[in-house]
């Protein structure tokens, strides 16, 4: 099991062009989550699945787009990309809703270091 | 909503001292309270949680404690070793609220100096 994986690894993009960050789980989950960490602010949410299907803004979702494409996969999209959306972009899922205790486990993927120059 | 904060930000120990690593949170109604690790390049990685209906957890030289009335809670790490070395984050939820709902704390970075 590769568990969660994020593609690409590392990123440098210009002010205003547009990216994909692309994350796929093998643990059959059903919530997945994006987040941004930043030095001195810890994690924060920016938009989650629930379940496949269901979308929803986290604590930061300005400048964000998200897609859940299957149950497998959940897309983060910035449109125009900013210098303050430099930071470190991490994929994590969870067994999900229901499940008891099991579903409070996030399983983190390797991340992305995104630099907007 | 919830607010956690977590002291210190830098803990530098020698190897084979103890690290504590302390957390407040604001919500009486959090109820879980898990702890992940970030080694360097890596993701976090769940260490060991704790819920509110025990007062502490331990899982071989890790130990969390929770003090309910007084809303914080620790992280313990015995005989430390330059593996320890990583970033700590704590976080709060309520059990059953949904992963989404997990506040962090903005991490302690660890340094076991051997």
């Known amino acids: 099991n590769a568990g969660v994986t994020q593609t690409p690894k590392f990123q440098v993009l210009k002010t205003g062009q547009s990216m994909t960050l692309q994350c796929a789980q093998d643990m059959n989950h059903n919530s997945m989550y994006w987040y941004r960490q930043d030095p001195g602010m810890g994690l924060r949410l920016i938009y989650y699945?629930?379940?496949?299907?269901?979308?929803d803004k986290g604590e930061v979702p300005n400048g964000y787009n998200v897609s859940r494409l299957n149950k497998r996969e959940f897309s983060l999209r910035l449109e125009s990309a900013a210098p303050s959306q430099t930071s470190v972009y991490f994929c994590?899922?969870?067994?999900?809703?229901?499940?008891?205790?099991?579903?409070?486990?996030?399983?983190f993927g390797s991340g992305t270091q995104l630099s907007v120059l | 909503g919830e607010n956690v904060e977590q002291h210190p930000s830098t803990l530098s120990v020698q190897e084979g001292d103890s690290a504590v690593i302390k957390c407040t949170y604001s919500d009486s109604a959090s109820n879980y309270f898990p702890w992940y690790k970030q080694e360097l390049g890596k993701g976090p990685q769940l260490i060991i949680d704790?819920?509110?209906?025990?007062g502490e957890k331990k899982d071989q030289r890790i130990a969390v404690t929770l003090n309910k009335t007084a809303k914080h809670f620790s992280l313990h790490i015995t005989e430390t070793q330059p593996e320890d070395s990583a970033v700590y984050f704590c976080a709060a939820n309520r059990a059953g609220a949904g992963s989404y709902q997990l506040t962090f704390g903005k991490g302690t970075k660890l340094s076991v100096i051997p």
């Open positions: 699945s629930a379940s496949e299907g269901t979308t």
């Open positions: 994590a899922s969870s067994v999900g809703p229901g499940s008891g205790f099991a579903s409070e486990k996030l399983f």
């Open positions: 704790i819920r509110s209906n025990v």
